[in-house]
């Protein structure tokens, strides 16, 4: 059965640094590209950041630029996120998602979620 897990959340102050991992059971995350996307109540979710499987080109949503990076390790079957300086309005859940068909597709496989927390 297919299953995407994020791990790695948890509170930190502004500037502090966390790194998120998701993993997948079921599924080789390099046949897809793979992103990060983060919610918080009553706003819409946010794509932060993704990754090709094919050519290992990234995206960076304008507001984590510079700060956050993301990477995949295909012989972990892992895909990790990067995120330094952070700051109160990053707080967020965090998903792991993955586009069978490309990052601009539809991404078909979401995780549960991950908390995030930056606050003093």
């Known amino acids: 059965q297919l299953q995407l897990v994020e791990s790695g959340g948890g509170s930190v102050q502004p500037g502090g640094s966390l790194r998120l991992s998701c993993s997948a059971t079921g599924y080789t995350l390099s046949y897809a590209c793979v992103g990060w996307f983060r919610q918080v109540p009553g706003k819409e979710r946010e794509g932060v950041s993704w990754?090709?499987?094919?050519?290992?080109?990234?995206y960076y949503a304008d507001s984590v630029k510079g700060r956050f990076t993301i990477a995949r390790d295909d012989a972990k079957n892992m895909v990790y996120l990067e995120m330094n300086t952070l700051k109160p309005e990053d707080t967020a859940v965090y998903y792991c998602?993955?586009?069978?068909?490309?990052?601009?597709?539809?991404?078909?496989?979401w995780g549960q979620g991950t908390q995030v927390t930056v606050s003093s």
């Open positions: 998602a993955a586009a069978h068909r490309g990052c601009r597709a539809r991404f078909e496989y």
């Open positions: 990754i090709s499987s094919k050519t290992g080109n990234t």
